[in-house]
Every structure is written in structure tokens, then in C-alpha cells.
């Protein structure tokens, strides 16, 4: 499911930012449409477990864009 994502990143970013706002422009700019470095965001900037935010991704992957 995340190869869709990724592939359509422009569209999927606008989105997190808007659930996780925390994460500023560079940090989205290091993501670029990568899972792992998305994970990782959250871990530093919410306090999350890897555990966590692979749940809060799965989360939005289910939703429509």
C-alpha cells in the first residue's frame, strides 16, 4: 500500500501535514515519500514507539486521499 503512497507524495503530504503539523518543512523534505524516515519523524517529534506510528500510518493508508 505504501508504493501508492509514495508514488503519489505531493497529494499524501499535504494530507499528514495537516495530522501531524509538528513536523516541519525540512523534515518533510528528508521523508520525501520514504516510510522508515516518516516513522521516524514520529518517533522524535510525537514520542510515538516504531510500534505506534506504524499503526498511525496504516491508519492513514486506509483512509481515502
Do not use: F
Amino acid at each position: 500500500m505504501w508504493e501508492k503512497t509514495a508514488g503519489d507524495w505531493k497529494a499524501w503530504k499535504g494530507r499528514l501535514r495537516e495530522r501531524w503539523g509538528e513536523i516541519t518543512d525540512d523534515e518533510w523534505n528528508v521523508i520525501a515519500g520514504r516510510r522508515e524516515q516518516l516513522v521516524a519523524q514520529l518517533q522524535q517529534r510525537y514520542g510515538m514507539t516504531e510500534e505506534e506510528a506504524e499503526r498511525e500510518i496504516s491508519a492513514m493508508e486506509g483512509e481515502n486521499v
